[in-house]
């Protein structure tokens, strides 16, 4: 078992919509959560991070952790075309943040 | 604003070769990591580096080494290529004092011939 568990997808929206994407981690002890998004062949590029439980909003973006169920989410609002890429969950284990482990990321297509 | 600088961005080498990637954080961060990524996978953890000490050490294989310099830029050295070592090749740089928020250079891709 992966430590970082996210549905492969495809995921399809249509433009507009909500996008809703999942991840799971299994150390209980995690202490900070990023999604990046990445386009094929490019770099994974920061999204959103969260330290705390609850939600977090970025313009268009909101991640929500809770701890206790030891799950992140990210919610795309008003979802674009350009927002189809795929996205990674990472999960940082120690405190200082330099321990990184990805999800193998959720592939996103936002359909005209 | 300054990103992670990689180079070179691709790299054709033959079966036990060696090759050489080079990664340029961005100002004033202090840590630098490695990552592989194949095909269709995620990004999986090689190497760090902070303040030119190795800080922690993923799935690097021992064929592979790597070290910071004193200007904190750093060098991934590969020898003995083998097929499989064709992926996406990314450095990331980081601020300890900032969380040590990762973010990527675009990449070095790699293809073993």
């Known amino acids: 078992q992966k430590e970082v568990e996210q549905n492969s997808g495809p995921l399809s929206v249509p433009e507009g919509a909500i996008a809703s994407l999942n991840c799971t981690y299994s150390?209980?002890?995690?202490?900070?959560f990023f999604w990046y998004r990445q386009y094929s062949g490019k770099s994974p590029e920061l999204i959103m991070f969260i330290y705390s439980n609850g939600d977090k909003e970025d313009g268009r973006f909101t991640a929500q952790l809770n701890k206790a169920s030891q799950y992140v989410s990210l919610l795309i609002r008003d979802s674009q075309p350009s927002d189809s890429a795929t996205y990674l969950c990472a999960v940082n284990r120690r405190r200082n943040n330099n321990d990184m482990r990805f999800g193998a990321g959720t592939r996103l297509t936002v359909k005209p | 604003a300054a990103g992670v600088i990689q180079s070179p961005r691709h790299l054709i080498k033959e079966k036990r070769e060696t090759a050489t990637l080079k990664c340029y954080p961005i100002?004033?961060?202090?840590?630098v990591y490695w990552y592989q990524q194949g095909p269709g996978q995620d990004p999986q953890f090689l190497i760090s580096?902070?303040?030119?000490?190795?800080?922690d050490k993923g799935s690097i294989p021992d064929r592979f080494s790597a070290q910071q310099f004193s200007d904190y830029h750093s060098e991934l050295n590969m020898s003995s290529l083998e097929l499989g070592d064709s992926a996406l090749y990314f450095c990331?740089?980081?601020?300890?004092?900032?969380?040590?928020?990762?973010?990527f250079g675009a990449g070095t891709r790699l293809s073993v011939l």
């Open positions: 990331a740089s980081s601020r300890r004092a900032a969380k040590n928020i990762q973010y």
């Open positions: 150390d209980r002890g995690s202490q900070s």
């Open positions: 100002p004033r961060h202090d840590t």
């Open positions: 580096f902070y303040e030119k000490m190795q800080s």
